[in-house]
């Protein structure tokens, strides 16, 4: 039976007495798969699994007709992410965690060549020291990419494909998402969920 989610753990780094700020930053690449279905009977949401195929991220909204407010949580149910779409002049959604953090991403509207890839812009403040990052997603197709203001490469999401079928892939609705080291992969799932929204895909 194919699994969606990997089955083999990424390497663990061999250095000891290492400290970790988050429990959501390590200093390797991980891989994630993400299952845009909810665990929840006739609810849209998503589902994230990590490389030994836990379940570790959740999305569940129980008002299909309503997307106006969704949350991230962690496996245990607490919230991680509190999201609202604004429908303004120009389409957005904005994020919010508990400490206060939050971000907003909008679609950038600029002329570009036919064939190109579309671009959305995230914008990211502080409560602690009101300081404000900026990030982009490129959309290339199938496949998007998240970069920060320098543009270095934070994550990448695509269609998850067999490791045992060449070629074989798991529907549209079956993504693995590529965290790079030292960057928080809760923050890059809000970014991912706000993405959908706005994409129409939760």
């Known amino acids: 039976m194919v699994q969606i989610h990997p089955v083999q753990a990424l390497p663990v780094n061999s250095c000891v007495g290492e400290v970790k700020s988050s429990p959501y930053v390590t200093t390797e690449q991980e891989s994630f798969t993400i299952w845009m279905r909810s665990l929840v009977y006739h609810s849209k949401g998503c589902t994230v699994f990590d490389s030994k195929g836990n379940l570790l991220y959740r999305v569940d909204n129980y ?6 407010e969704v949350y991230l949580m962690d496996l245990y149910g607490e919230v991680l992410f509190e999201f609202q779409q604004r429908f303004g002049l120009f389409k957005s959604c904005e994020g919010c965690n508990s400490t206060g953090t939050k971000f907003r991403l909008q679609k950038n509207f600029k002329i570009s060549p ?9 914008v990211m403040r502080s409560s602690k020291d009101d300081q404000q990052s900026c990030y982009k997603i490129m959309n290339h197709g199938s496949v998007f990419t998240i970069e920060d203001g320098s543009g270095r490469l934070m994550a990448e999401v695509k269609k998850k494909q067999s490791t045992n079928i060449d070629g074989l892939y798991f529907g549209e609705d079956v993504l693995t998402m590529v965290v790079e080291p030292q960057v928080d992969h809760s923050f890059i799932m809000g970014i991912v969920i706000a993405y959908g929204l706005l994409k129409c895909k939760l």
């Open 114 to 122: 036919r064939g190109s890839s579309s671009s959305y812009k995230v």
């Open 63 to 68: 008002d299909s007709k309503n997307c106006g």
